[in-house]
């Protein structure tokens, strides 16, 4: 039968807890995993050893999660991560194995740093203890006639002063004023506190700004706040598909939309519990490091997760024995020339004055530089008036691409026209762009003073338009500037050439120009150019010499705004003409466009008209919160894409390493593909120092990659409370006698160092335990770690254990980011979770059991509340029943009826199928089978055996339990300990065996069979209520008759040979394609009713549609099943009395038309 909830005699566990209220419930629970955790903590259940001689070993399994930053608190979204390598620990425990979760505490780089610095500036800027913060900035929400509505939420501290008021200040340039004054009242918005008020709107073509400034009770005033988005009357245009309004009325509207307030570092604070008095300790970063990582170890605890704490640990130099574990590693990687030094393009941020990596940064991981040719176009004269007088020296503008060997075919340039510009000085010349783009090349080395650039002008776009130019390689002695409204100033430098002849976008803007000069205030001379072919490219089994024009002509491009064609003729343009073209024109005629690239950016930048330089490929922020650039640095660096070393890495991916789904597989391929050089060195931040080159300080992603092959070791240096090695080794070893030649002895069998202080016996106990335990078995870890720690890891693995893949990872599971109840955890969404808080709200079991049922692929997971409100309610009953079955009088005995036999065989097969399910770590398919089917099947059985006026069997609700409590022990531990206990069994049932057992698969059909017969009884009894029947008619089909036989064999024979049905296949049943006098034509439409069941059924259960027999007799199940069928038909005002079964070819049967409707497997059914 199949197993889903069914009502019963007998109470369900639920019902059973439905007595005592959920807080009662939860307090029960939470006291259970007090006790239980307790137990463990003293039995030392989770510090796993290799097998001494002579204890049994059955094999090892070594998890390990990435190791949090400690800048805060652990969270939901780390518990959900976590977990799933927890769970794969308990399921190998299960089996037998020596399964370890060792679980360090990352403290190296900037995230901690940046957190102590802007703490630190808060103090600086507001005050201390208790600062005095801005209110929120103030939000245009609302219009009411010609003024608006605004709305800002007040200061999260006010230095313990009450708010007398507020002033709301308004400008529309340079100056601020007062606008209106506002009492200290709040009302609630979206259950947070606001303050809203009215202010006189813009007036026509005016731009407003407003901010706010807070006044407390001491008669100090606080900081003013950001300012708010401009606000601008604009004209609503009529819908002509509405009623007809107010013809052209105008009403304020927001320019753009940012993000809501930006936390102060003192307020996360605070939001982690922490006191105003103790927050000022955490300006100095070391405070952070003896701080977190011992309240992660508790909130752990917390949580029943299975870590072997001696094996803990806490990152940077503040550690001696992880410190000289690093140095090893680098002098490793710098001894197989695997680092190299130099300048290298590298995402910078100015405000720490550093390299900004992927850890580094608060928003743009993943990002790097990408390479730009900035393309030389001179203004020539007459100069436009905003550039007269200003520079005597040569005026260009800079024109970012990526497709330098195009420059042959331009025949303008464009500019924004609202966009604003820089003109500044690079000595010999005057450049002009974005003032982004400027800063972002002070930093390249292509400014006189790094870092800094001098600006001698400033100008709009529109104040450009039409000015004369000279672009480089095109055959016009001068083109113009023209106005394209599509432009981004957050990329490039603001300023594009044309090439209309080769791309989609530039023809179509071209074209649009060149036809509306009026539209666009531009003269017609400015657009008097022809096309310059100079690519010949073949489109549609022709060669196209100008595949822009062909394409946009083709597509039907009339305007820009055609931008779903313009896009496809791009991508064709663009992939096609690149990786297929020839160069037609200029100086490498003939030569592919690929390879012209190359060689025309080198000839350009050698005659002086071009440069490279490099922008970041998206917004990137550093955890000090400036917006980062890319910079030419010294460095040492990390050689991650060389040829050989990639090679070996991508075989390993290919060949080796389980990444549990092909999605994941292929991520990691692609990261191969790109990842390359990676500044592995830092100025400073926390950390291990570079060993031979001392100014560094080696960044946090460099120094995460093989550390797994410490947690081996770690016990050795850190045992018991000792995170940050400062107490003596447990077995008394100094940090400085740890030599690169002993670590080559443990992980690389080196000798045994000459005059090493550490006896060669703990030094050969030390290497078996790591040659035990390694390699890493599994790494769990969220999907973004791919792009950079997981793939280094891989790499690093390489380096180190060169030539050895056995000791190479054996496999990664990476997960998406958990939501919850379907949004982004976020502070301001006031659904941010800590692991401590989501325990203490539903106890650790609930948020184990509702974090696996979140889900368990690379998309977005969902915590949801009720799930885990709702474990609490189930975990409880399940203890509940436990404890009073044990007292019940239950049937002993053989198992001497079906529903006895089906349970037994149910249970087992939703044991098997868990089984496979916790084998590919797909936890919430294991979760439905052992928890919530397998509670359904329970269900179930006492439904039917209820029906029969029998108990349930004692050894099946015995064994019930005890599998409910072994492989929900993987997930929701506590509970099943204390259900364990109460059973009276002896030792862990974290330590016993994931249980076995032969399913029938003739069992589990009868069950599915019954099942069918209840659902089908029910939709048919349910369809004849009106008619308030008494009895049903069962007819049991023997076997097919021959028409319906025949239609089985013409289905199973036209199958295609991926057995799928060809298209139109129904159409052979049709009466005009079947012979004459054939046994189907006067059969009528009852073979087509018969050909479509029997198809959904193959679609459904595969060859099983085309058996022609059942493996069982259904009569004589049926009617042992009476009972349990006719309770499910007489309920409520129902007047049934009686169930009859028939034969189908019984000539009594009452009902022949029914009775010939039925075959095997599916019963048909008269009610009268």
């Not at 007088?389 to 040569?394: E, I, L, M, W, Y």
Request: with cysteine; charged share 25%.
């Amino acid at each position: 039968m199949a197993t889903h909830a069914a009502k019963g005699a007998s109470p369900s566990p639920a019902k059973l807890a439905d007595a005592k209220p959920k807080n009662e419930k939860k307090t029960l629970l939470s006291k259970l995993e007090k006790e239980m955790q307790a137990e463990w903590e003293a039995k030392k259940l989770f510090e796993v050893d290799p097998p001494k001689e002579g204890e049994e070993d059955n094999g090892k399994f070594m998890a390990t999660f990435p190791y949090p930053y400690m800048n805060g608190c652990l969270h939901l979204g780390h518990a959900f991560s976590l977990l799933k390598a927890e769970f794969a620990v308990s399921y190998h425990r299960l089996q037998g194995k020596r399964s370890l979760f060792p679980f360090g505490f990352h403290c190296t780089g900037m995230p901690i740093q940046a957190a102590a610095n802007k703490l630190k500036r808060d103090y600086e800027q507001y005050g201390s203890p208790s600062p005095k913060f801005p209110s929120g900035r103030p939000v245009h929400v609302d219009d009411a006639d010609d003024d608006i509505i605004l709305e800002w939420a007040p200061p999260t501290s006010t230095g313990h002063q009450d708010i007398t008021g507020y002033t709301l200040e308004v400008s529309s340039g340079a100056e601020w004023k007062e606008a209106v004054k506002v009492g200290p009242e709040t009302v609630l918005v979206k259950d947070k506190k606001k303050v809203q008020t009215k202010a006189t709107g813009p007036a026509e073509g005016e731009k407003l700004k407003f901010r706010v400034v807070t006044h407390l009770a001491d008669g100090t005033s606080c900081h003013a706040s950001a300012e708010s988005d401009e606000v601008v009357k604009v004209v609503v245009k009529e819908d002509p598909k509405k009623p007809k309004g107010k013809a052209g009325a105008k009403k304020p509207a927001k320019i753009a939309a940012k993000s809501g307030d930006a936390l102060h570092q003192w307020d996360i604070m605070m939001g982690m519990g922490i006191s105003e008095e103790e927050i000022t300790e955490f300006v100095d970063p070391m405070k952070w490091l003896t701080y977190f990582p011992p309240q992660g170890k508790e909130d752990l605890k917390m949580l029943g997760v299975h870590v072997d704490f001696r094996r803990s640990f806490i990152t940077t130099a503040v550690n001696p024995y992880y410190d000289s574990f690093i140095r090893w590693q680098f002098n490793k990687l710098k001894a197989g020339n695997r680092l190299a030094f130099g300048k290298r393009p590298t995402v910078y941020s100015e405000t720490d004055k550093q390299a900004c990596m992927d850890h580094d940064r608060s928003e743009g991981e993943g990002g790097g530089p990408t390479e730009y040719t900035a393309i030389k176009v001179q203004v020539i004269e007459p100069l436009p008036e905003c550039l007269a007088g200003v520079t005597t020296k040569p005026i260009y503008l800079l024109c970012g691409t990526l497709r330098p060997e195009t420059m042959i075919g331009q025949t303008n340039c464009w500019i924004l026209p609202s966009g604003t510009y820089g003109a500044f000085d690079r000595g010999e010349e005057v450049v002009i762009c974005s003032d982004r783009a400027a800063r972002n090349m002070s930093f390249q080395d292509l400014f006189p003073e790094w870092g800094k650039t001098t600006k001698v002008a400033t100008m709009t776009g529109e104040q450009l338009m039409g000015a004369s130019l000279k672009a480089p390689k095109t055959k016009y002695e001068k083109i113009h500037l023209l106005p394209l409204l599509t432009i981004k100033m957050d990329k490039g430098t603001g300023i594009v050439t044309s090439v209309p002849a080769d791309s989609p976008d530039d023809y179509a803007a071209f074209m649009d120009v060149k036809k509306k000069p009026d539209y666009y205030k531009v003269k017609p001379e400015w657009t008097d150019f022809d096309l310059i072919p100079l690519i010949d490219v073949e489109l549609d089994g022709e060669n196209r010499t100008m595949c822009a024009e062909y394409l946009c002509q083709k597509l039907g491009v009339m305007s820009p705004k055609d931008t779903d064609k313009i896009q496809i003729a791009h991508d064709i343009a663009y992939n096609d003409g690149f990786y297929k073209g020839i160069m037609s024109a200029g100086e490498f005629k003939g030569m592919k466009v690929a390879d012209a690239k190359v060689a025309c950016k080198k000839v350009m930048i050698e005659a002086g008209e071009a440069f490279v330089y490099h922008e970041p490929d998206r917004l990137i922020k550093s955890r000090s919160g400036d917006t980062c650039v890319i910079a030419l640095i010294d460095q040492w660096y990390l050689k991650y894409g060389e040829e050989g070393w990639r090679d070996e890495v991508i075989r390993h991916v290919e060949n080796t390493l389980d990444a549990y789904t092909p999605a994941c597989k292929k991520a990691f391929i692609d990261v191969l593909n790109w990842l390359t050089d990676w500044a592995c060195s830092r100025s400073f931040g926390l950390g291990t120092m570079i060993p031979w080159d001392q100014q560094f300080v080696i960044e946090s992603l460099s120094d995460s990659t093989i550390y797994m092959a410490y947690y081996t070791l770690a016990k050795y240096f850190h045992g018991d409370d000792n995170l940050r090695g400062e107490k003596p080794s447990p077995i008394g070893i100094n940090p400085e006698d740890l030599s690169d030649a002993v670590f080559d002895y443990i992980f690389l069998r080196g000798a045994y160092p000459e005059g090493c202080k550490i006896p060669e016996e703990k030094l050969a106990t030390m290497r078996g335990e790591f040659e035990y335990f390694y390699p890493m078995d599994l790494r769990v870890s969220g999907k973004d770690l791919i792009q950079n720690h997981l793939t280094m890891s891989l790499y690093n693995h390489s380096a180190i254990w060169e030539n050895k893949p056995e000791m190479w990872p054996r496999s990664f599971y990476t997960n998406g980011w958990v939501l919850v109840d379907g949004e982004k955890m976020s502070k301001s969404l006031g659904n941010f979770k800590t692991l401590k808080g989501a325990i203490e709200e539903f106890g650790a079991d609930a948020t184990r059991l509702a974090c696996a049922s979140a889900g368990d692929t690379m998309e977005d997971a969902n915590f949801e509340i009720a799930t885990a409100n709702n474990s609490i309610l189930k975990l409880f009953a399940f203890h509940e029943y436990a404890q009073k079955v044990q007292t019940e009088e239950l049937r002993e005995g053989d198992l001497s009826l079906f529903a006895d036999i089906w349970f037994d065989n149910e249970m087992a097969r939703l044991m098997e199928e868990a089984k496979m399910h916790f084998d590919r770590m797909r936890y919430k398919e294991a979760l439905r089978c052992a928890w919530f089917d397998f509670g359904s099947a329970r269900s179930q059985y006492y439904d039917v055996i209820a029906s029969l006026g029998q108990k349930a069997h004692k050894d099946l609700v015995n064994k019930w339990i005890e599998w409910t409590c072994i492989m929900m022990s993987i997930i929701t531990p506590h509970t099943m300990e204390a259900v364990w206990k109460m059973l009276g069994k002896e030792g862990s049932v974290l330590d016993s065996r994931f249980p076995f057992a032969t399913v029938n698969e003739e069992i589990s059909a009868k069950g599915t069979y019954i099942e069918k017969v209840k659902s089908d009884l029910i939709e048919k009894h349910t369809k004849a209520a009106k008619k308030e029947p008494t009895n049903v008619n069962v007819y049991v089909a023997a076997g097919y008759p021959a028409w319906k036989l025949k239609v089985i064999t013409m289905m199973k024979d036209c199958r295609e040979a991926d057995g799928s049905f060809p298209q139109g296949f129904m159409k052979m049943f049709d009466k005009k394609s079947l012979p004459e006098g054939d046994i189907l034509v006067a059969k009528g439409k009852q073979v087509g009713q018969f050909a479509g069941m029997v198809k959904s059924q193959y679609e459904a259960t595969g060859e099983a549609a085309f058996a022609l027999e059942l493996p069982f007799k259904e009569l004589p199940l049926l009617q042992e099943y009476e009972n349990y069928l006719m309770s499910k038909i007489k309920v409520g005002t129902s007047k049934m009395e009686t169930m009859k079964f028939f034969m189908a070819d019984d000539e009594s049967a009452p009902d022949a038309n029914v009775a010939e409707n039925s075959v095997p497997g599916k019963p048909s059914m008269a009610f009268n």
